[in-house]
């Protein structure tokens, strides 16, 4: 399963269905999170990171 489609099981296992994709960018709520690899080991882990983007935020705010 790739990362986008495993993004896509945790978002809507969140009950969130406002959400779109920007090429490999989670975009909800306005905010863009880059989807990340987890490999944290934790049992409860779903191997996916969701990280803001701070790039995005920087060209909204010019």
Not at 27 to 34: A, D, E, K, L, Q
Not at 46 to 57: C, E, F, P, S, Y
């Amino acid at each position: 399963m790739s990362l986008k489609a495993r993004a896509q099981e945790k978002v809507e296992r969140a009950g969130i269905s406002n959400y779109s994709f920007d090429q490999d960018i989670l975009v909800m709520c306005g905010n863009r999170y880059t989807i990340e690899l987890c490999e944290c080991g934790e049992p409860e882990c779903d191997g996916v990171r969701l990280r803001k983007n701070a790039t995005a935020i920087g060209r909204v705010l010019q």
